[in-house]
């Protein structure tokens, strides 16, 4: 959630909400059983004096900027459903909200309540979600906040009378025609158990451990192993050990008379198909049971037991994993059936529980590779580079501020306030020198001022969710609705302006003079000017929210530039003579400013769109409608097109002239990017597009290049990446088919939304010295960090302690896991045996030195092999 709350912040600093860092709203939880499968969660939240949150019903629309609503949200699962709607509590009012436009608006103050019945099909599994809500007071609203919770319900004691209660592999309870006692409501109170009618065993709550004689709770163990049988044909083997007089039931039982058979689920894959039967071998005995109504059943009177299953695989880097499902039961008792997860890794011939985290109840997994770690820092081949440039990286970022700096100096709302500053400076003071000085402090105040806020954004969200904002799906559908919103206003149909109750309020303080009275001159600039600097605040931050520094980096280069004629200008008031004067020419800035923020907005829907694949903006579209707004633009510099603030264009000056020109000039450019490219089956890519344009692969015009179809009927992941080359997009198929065929590998750790990854994808690997490594003498494997596929089920990673729910998560992981690494792109090279080659790579330009860090690992994996063929040879 740490990036949705980096965008609502982003979001209300555009609109001039600058947030505290305060937490008026504190939430507890509760839950209740209201009947033998549903339960009411209560949510109740604590709201400090003068603050409010909102209700989730509302009655404005979705296309009305209002506060976010309170919203309950839970992680799916089949283990429980929702059951009717979401209920508040009576203290729910309706007012007209001054903070958005006197919308009216429903809200809690003090307290809200929020209860959800839920119907439990599963009690052994949690019920988690979160909660996201808004708080605001009378002048600020705080960024929308999510916080976490988890319910662990038990199933409620039931009396029974004769017979024992048999329980599905959901844990849902199901009643005999007689009915049975039980123990479970007298562990619970100090009253003597109810009796139990002779010779029927008890049915134990599997969540009541106090119930069960000599709080033996696991009476069996299972353990698992795996053999290959032939080529393809493997046998799996289930293990279960026990004793003390307690039974397991045979596969062949009818769970619909008596005790729940022991069964085998495995989890459906294209990987492997089962082969036959589970067979079963053990101390078996079948007849009539007295303790089921004389049901015949067969149970294992004795371990150890074993079941065997044979499966034939396609892939043997892939696991096979499931649950079995069982029942045990003694002379006098029955534990309700328990699921035992397991997973098999053939090619590591390895097997065992699957490990579920006690705190989430999610499957548990650790995604280190040991020689992968060890050899990260001391790579095997002594050549490479260092990973990752980042000082490069931040000084770009400051250079994209200061360059939007100038831009906001030649805007209509500070160009005008630059001469009437400085004559005030050099006018007011005693002398020229303290002139100067209170000039200097000025631009100080500034870039303290822009500073703060661009520490406050990294301070608050830290570099995970600044790195995971630049490719989250909704955060960059926002950003695109945004940046069209700062167009239409450049255009010159409404302006964003901050409440002027501001602006009075800092005008005040600024008459008191002094140190202060000059840091809220520059204060009163920062608002008065947002109409302008706003939307190119807001574009610059969002282009570095991929670094922790970013936003500090980006601030500092853009106040640098903002404040720097101030200081110049008030050492050397004869420059001033130089400027040209105010006038229409502004306001044409404001409009080509415009036509870029439209051009980028399209930027960010495309990124959503290869993230979430819809398909809505493929490569032709996105480069037909940039080459409609570059031709608009140019149609606007030559005076063809007028907005409302436009005045008649008479004559065109020798500038607009220049960049009328100069804008037909990259309109022809851009159109240059529908030429076909004939080596790589595909278009031309533009270098000056690289991370703007989609992928020229993603295109709905051209005739799609197919993947070697039998290698990828043996590894489903398979296919064509960039510049369509073969790649693997799961790791543990990529190293499978590398051992295979004893190849290198080159993992590319990539992103849909990675800008850096489309350069070196679209101007390195295109290149011959280059491209011909990479086809023929590495396994190229492409992990997509931000890939929004679901994986089958949610995981918990053991090192991170973080849930991953989908395949972009998992990749994430193994990437920070291994490397300690989270920005991309990040190419390594490892051996088959998975011991890294040589020093990893970052993104760097230049064809001929990722030759050279390519030939550096080829060049080691073959000493390795020359070392392994010599140690072979001795034996």
């Not at 750790?749 to 295109?766: A, D, L, P, S």
């Amino acid at each position: 959630m740490k990036h949705y709350l980096l965008l609502s912040s982003l979001l209300f600093f555009f609109l001039g909400a600058f947030a505290q860092m305060e937490n008026p709203v504190t939430w507890s939880f509760e839950s209740k059983m209201v009947s033998d499968t549903e339960a009411e969660l209560v949510f109740k939240a604590k709201i400090e004096e003068g603050w409010k949150t909102y209700s989730p019903n509302q009655s404005y629309g979705d296309d009305v900027f209002g506060p976010v609503p309170t919203g309950i949200f839970f992680d799916e699962g089949e283990h429980f459903e929702v059951a009717g709607a979401l209920q508040e509590s009576s203290n729910r009012k309706e007012a007209k909200e001054p903070l958005f436009d006197d919308i009216v608006v429903a809200y809690f103050k003090k307290s809200a309540t929020f209860t959800q019945r839920v119907k439990v099909k599963d009690f052994s599994k949690p019920i988690t979600g979160y909660v996201e809500f808004m708080a605001c007071d009378e002048e600020k609203c705080l960024p929308p906040k999510g916080v976490d919770f988890s319910f662990s319900l038990s199933a409620p004691a039931e009396k029974k009378e004769a017979a024992p209660e048999k329980t599905d592999r959901t844990g849902a309870v199901e009643k005999n025609n007689t009915s049975s006692t039980t123990a479970v409501a007298a562990a619970e109170s100090e009253e003597e158990p109810p009796a139990v009618a002779e010779g029927q065993p008890m049915m134990l709550d599997a969540n009541d451990a106090a119930a069960k004689p000599g709080n033996m709770t696991d009476p069996v163990s299972w353990s698992f192993s795996s053999q290959a049988l032939e080529d393809d044909l493997y046998e799996l083997t289930f293990t279960a050990d026990f004793g003390g007089g307690w039974t397991i039931y045979s596969q062949q039982t009818d769970e619909n008379d008596g005790p729940i058979p022991t069964a085998f689920n495995f989890e459906p894959a294209g990987h492997y198909e089962l082969v036959g039967q589970t067979t079963e071998e053990g101390k078996l005995k079948s007849g009539p049971d007295p303790y089921f109504n004389n049901a015949v059943v067969s149970k294992f009177v004795d371990g150890p037991v074993t079941f065997r299953q044979q499966i034939k695989v396609a892939d043997p880097s892939q696991p096979i994993t499931g649950y079995l499902t069982y029942m045990a039961c003694d002379d006098s008792q029955c534990l309700p059936p328990a699921d035992v997860d397991f997973s098999f890794d053939l090619a590591k011939g390895e097997a065992g529980v699957a490990k579920i985290d006690p705190n989430t109840g999610l499957k548990a997994i650790d995604q280190r590779v040991p020689s992968i770690r060890e050899t990260y820092t001391s790579p095997v081949g002594q050549c490479g580079e260092e990973a990752v440039a980042r000082d490069q990286s931040l000084l770009w970022t400051f250079v994209l501020g200061f360059a939007g700096g100038l831009l906001a100096l030649l805007t209509p709302c500070v160009f005008p306030m630059i001469p009437l500053t400085v004559s005030f400076f050099t006018k007011s003071s005693k002398d020229r020198s303290s002139g100067i000085r209170n000039a200097l402090i000025y631009g100080l105040s500034i870039i303290v001022i822009y500073v703060s806020i661009g520490l406050l954004i990294t301070g608050v969200f830290g570099a995970s969710a600044l790195n995971t904002l630049s490719t989250d799906w909704i955060a960059n559908t926002l950003f695109f609705l945004i940046f069209v919103v700062f167009a239409i206003s450049f255009f010159g149909y409404f302006e964003i302006t901050l409440p002027s109750s501001w602006t009075n309020k800092s005008d005040a303080m600024a008459d008191r003079g002094g140190l202060i009275g000059i840091f809220f001159m520059a204060f009163t600039l920062a608002l008065v000017s947002f109409s302008c600097t706003g939307p190119i605040i807001g574009s610059a931050l969002v282009q570095s929210a991929t670094s922790s520094m970013g936003p500090f980096v980006v601030m500092l280069g853009f106040s640098t530039a903002l404040a720097l004629p101030f200081g110049l200008f008030a050492a050397f008031p004869g420059w001033l003579n130089s400027l040209p004067r105010s006038g229409g020419w502004m306001n044409s800035v404001k409009v080509v400013l415009g036509f870029l923020e439209l051009a980028l907005a399209l930027k960010f829907l495309s990124v959503a769109d290869m993230t979430m694949g819809w398909g809505i903006l493929p490569y032709e579209v996105f480069m037909a409608a940039w080459v409609l707004i570059f031709g608009a633009m140019t149609a606007y510099l030559f005076g063809f097109i007028r907005f409302p603030h436009d005045s008649p264009v008479k004559k065109l000056s020798a500038t607009r002239g220049t960049f009328a020109f100069l804008s037909l000039a990259l309109t022809v450019y851009l159109a240059s990017g529908f030429m076909y490219n004939e080596e790589n089956k595909s278009y031309n890519a533009l270098k000056l597009m690289s991370g703007l344009a989609p992928p020229t692969a993603y295109n709905i015009l051209l005739d799609k290049v197919e993947a070697d179809q039998d290698i990828k009927s043996k590894y489903p992941s398979f296919t064509k990446c960039a510049n369509n080359l073969d790649c693997f997009k799961v790791y543990e198929e990529g190293v499978a088919y590398a051992k295979e065929h004893d190849m290198p590998i080159l993992l590319d750790f990539t992103g849909y939304g990675c800008v850096n990854c489309r350069k070196t994808e679209e101007h390195i690997w295109v290149k011959d010295i280059v491209k011909n490594k990479l086809e023929q003498d590495f396994v190229l494997i492409s992990l997509y960090v931000d890939e929004r596929k679901p994986l089958k089920e949610q995981l918990f990673s053991v090192p991170q302690q973080e849930k991953l729910r989908n395949v972009g998560n998992l990749w994430a992981d193994f990437q920070i896991v291994n490397f300690e690494q989270n920005s991309q792109p990040l190419y390594v090279m490892i051996s088959p045996d998975e011991q890294v080659l040589a020093a990893p790579r970052g993104y760097e330009e230049g064809a001929q030195d990722y030759a050279e860090f390519l030939e550096c690992g080829l060049n080691t994996f073959r000493e390795l092999q020359d070392v392994e063929r010599e140690t072979l040879g001795n034996r």
